[in-house]
Structure formats: structure tokens, C-alpha cells
């Protein structure tokens, strides 16, 4: 997801001058970082596996996608699909820019309460260029392991809980998009056929 601006989220997929180009197959990227996977590919529709045992492998993920986050700016959060590895494991990064803040690594993370309803712009890294208004609750509760296995329970409220709820969508093989209704989409058909069409898939 990606990180608002002035009040709005601004689209997370416009390249820096040292950011990847984020789902171009034929892109040489940094050590570490992974290509983002577009609207269109199969893997974003699927619902992700459970992580049954937390290995070496899921670790070296997370840690992956830790730093394909920190490569495109205004990402603050990603999901494994989004990767192309359909395993339920989310990094969540608000607050980047404090160098005192603590990226969040769940897995398999779950809502267990929702409370309240507010409408906000939404952007996505598999979805450039698109960005609609979404209605999400406004406080979250969250159960996850992290990488120690250990349970945790994240408390999350307003833009915080917002992506919370767009990351733990991507499990489950829902965008943002499918939020939205009929007439916006229609709107957007346009763009998102054009970005299907791009889409190498599988």
C-alpha cells in the first residue's frame, strides 16, 4: 500500500532515481529486492496459504520484502502475493521515515474486531496509476506470530488500521478495487484492462 500525502495516499509505484522499476520482468534489481507483481497476475487473485512452520525461508522473505518496501517510495506496506509467493506474511512500515520506528512482520495475521467506518483514498503497488476511495473501519484488532512465532495482537487505528486491512485483503486475494463500486469502476476499467494487458501472469 501506499502512503498518503496531505490527508490523500499517494501511489507508492513511481520509480526513484535508485527504486526499481516496480513489475517490469526484464528490470535488474538491488540485491534483495523483488518484482511487484500487477493487476492482472494470477497469484493476486489466490487465497494464501497458511505458514504452518516459521523457517529460515519465511525469514528470508519477510527480510526480501522489507527491502523491496524500503526501494519504492511512499510503500508502507506489502503483502507475499504481491510477490509472487502465495504464503500469508505481511511488512507494514508507517512510519519510515522515523529511524526509531519498528517495521511490523506478521504472520499469518487475522482481524478479529472491527469498529467504526471511514472513507479514504486508497492506492496500490500492483495497481500504478489508480487510486479510488474506499470505506474501511476506522479501528482494527489483529492476531499474528512474528518471526519468532510468538502471538501478538496489534491494536491499529485510522490510517494505520486502513493498511492493516488493504495487506490482510491481499491474502485473501481481494484489491482494494474490489471496494469500489460499480460506476468508479467503470471508471477505471480502462486503466486496469491496460495494466492486465501488461501483466506478464504465469
Known sequence: MAKRKRR?????????????????????YPDGVLQIRLYGDPVLRQ???????????????????????YAIPNGVGLAAPQV????????????????????????????????G????????????DVTADVKRAERVTVSALNLDGEPVSIE???????????????????LFIDHVGGLKRQLLRKKLRHLQQQSPGE
Open 8 to 28: 490523500k495516499h499517494i501511489p507508492a509505484h513511481a520509480p526513484s532515481a535508485s527504486a526499481p522499476t516496480i513489475g517490469n520482468p526484464d528490470q535488474k
Open 117 to 128: 467506518e471511514i472513507v479514504d483514498e486508497e492506492a496500490c503497488l500492483s495497481i500504478p
Open 156 to 174: 491499529g487505528e485510522g490510517f494505520f488500521a486502513r493498511v492493516l486491512q488493504h495487506e490482510i485483503d491481499h491474502l485473501d486475494g481481494v
Open 47 to 69: 487465497k494464501a496459504l497458511p505458514v504452518e512452520t516459521i523457517s529460515s525461508a519465511e525469514k528470508e522473505l519477510a527480510d526480501s520484502m522489507l527491502a523491496t518496501l
Open 84 to 115: 509472487g509467493v502465495s504464503k500469508r506474511l505481511v511488512v507494514i512500515d508507517v512510519n519510515r521515515e522515523d529511524l526509531d520506528s519498528k517495521p511490523l512482520m506478521l504472520i499469518n495475521p487475522k482481524i478479529q474486531s472491527r469498529e
